[in-house]
């Protein structure tokens, strides 16, 4: 499955990716940020969330540091209340040419009972707008944006295959936006569902948060939970977004910044 389009990048002095502190061609060289922007998949955990994980907490663990993960995803969050809380502009107002943003939202847009999130995916909607409001604002300030499906919650249909529904026409509708706005896509949610088929039902229970009553004191009564990842499951996500931007053509500049990936068969 194709996980990314072709696209044309900001142009950029050709040694201007390089580590922080040296100086190469006459030339300050500085360190790239990759902002992460989305919901609770991704976000940062506090310690009384915890063992529940972002898989954007894991992300770094697979660039060199040469490239900052700054993960400002937050928990709850839909395009729509991203934009609202001026969350978004805080963070285009920090972008420098040459950065790159993920944006990763869906899950939220599709409560429709909450006005304050709710945003329609539909072509024309509200939803895919957003999305090209934040690929058109970190473009003209010479960031790349990387548009990321929603992963996958853990359902499974009567036959025991990983529901193409999970997270409703979200996926699709980003998946369409890439194309119309010729940006990179990486394609999270076929990545988890297919992590999720090769692990099965009982199995894949690991990933989410799946607790007994009185296994954890942050959960005393149990969670039985098929949205937010354990920490096991975060990781295997930052992983399957790692091999998903290395898989990518129009992600060059940060293939040769790529670690710890898992190995190819």
């Given at each position: 499955m194709r996980q990314c389009w072709e696209i044309t990048t900001p142009s950029l002095p050709p040694d201007y990716f390089l580590v922080s502190g040296k100086r190469k061609g006459g030339l300050r060289t500085m360190t790239m940020t990759l902002y992460i922007v989305g919901d609770s998949t991704a976000a940062l955990k506090g310690a009384i969330e915890k063992p529940m994980t972002g898989w954007g907490e894991y992300l770094q663990q697979h660039l060199d540091p040469a490239i900052r993960v700054d993960n400002r995803a937050i928990n709850g969050r839909s395009t729509r209340s991203f934009i609202a809380e001026g969350r978004w502009a805080a963070v285009e107002n920090e972008f420098q040419p040459g950065d790159y943003v993920f944006i990763q939202f869906g899950h939220n847009d599709q409560k429709?009972?909450?006005?304050?999130?709710?945003?329609?995916?539909?072509?024309?909607?509200?939803?895919?707008?957003?999305?090209?409001?934040?690929?058109?604002?970190?473009?003209?300030?010479?960031?790349?944006?990387?548009?990321?499906?929603?992963?996958?919650?853990?359902?499974?249909?009567?036959?025991?295959?990983?529901?193409?529904?999970?997270?409703?026409?979200?996926?699709?509708?980003?998946?369409?936006t890439a194309r119309e706005a010729g940006a990179p896509l990486l394609d999270l949610f076929a990545a988890s569902q297919q992590l999720y088929l090769r692990m099965g039902q009982e199995e894949s229970?690991?990933?989410?948060?799946?607790?007994?009553?009185?296994?954890h004191p942050n959960y005393p009564d149990g969670i039985a939970d098929d949205t937010h990842f354990s920490d096991q499951g975060a990781r295997e996500i930052a992983g399957l977004a790692a091999e998903a931007i290395q898989q990518c053509e129009a992600l060059p500049g940060l293939h040769p910044l790529l670690r710890n990936l898992a190995p190819t068969s």
């Open positions: 429709q009972e909450d006005p304050s999130r709710f945003a329609d995916p539909a072509p024309g909607g509200e939803y895919r707008a957003n999305l090209k409001r934040f690929i058109e604002s970190a473009r003209s300030r010479g960031a790349i944006p990387v548009l990321l499906t929603s992963v996958s919650r853990r359902l499974f249909t009567a036959e025991g295959l990983p529901d193409p529904d999970a997270v409703g026409p979200y996926p699709e509708a980003m998946r369409e229970k690991h990933l989410f948060m799946h607790l007994p009553a009185g296994s």
